[in-house]
């Protein structure tokens, strides 16, 4: 307080007050763990997240597989009931039932002697024997 009040020096001074010091502790905050720990750990846990993130990638990737096989499975099935079908139709355009008729229709003769059958009997035509040579 300034020794002045109001002008007047002849005022008594205010007795100081006992005023205590507080002593300031010092605290040394550590770390729990040291810094190439913590490193260390960060490292891990990194390779970790990438090793499942990689693993992640691999299960899609199959997945994704597995999909397309079974498509294509399907596709495959398709293509045998069409090549099925079309067997069928080659092998009732290939019997000979069907081109003796059809050779009747255009208007042909059968003339047996210049028939050889091989492997089977004629279907439409009297009974020939076979020539070997």
Known sequence: ???????NLAVELEPQRNTYKKQQRRIKVRSSLP?????????????????????????ILISQYNYQIQ???????????????????????N????IYDAALQMGMVSAPD???VIGGANV??????????
């Open 95 to 98: 019997s000979r039932e069907r």
């Open 124 to 133: 439409g035509a009297p009974a020939q024997s076979v020539k070997s040579n």
């Open 35 to 59: 810094t190439k720990e913590k490193l260390l750990y960060l490292f891990f846990i990194s390779v970790l997240v990438v090793g499942v993130g990689y693993i992640g990638h691999r299960y």
């Open 71 to 93: 498509n294509l499975k399907e596709d495959i099935a398709k293509v045998q009931e069409s090549n099925a079908a079309t067997q069928l139709k080659i092998n009732q355009m």
């Open 114 to 116: 210049a028939v050889h």
């Open 1 to 7: 307080m300034s020794y002045y009040y109001r002008g």
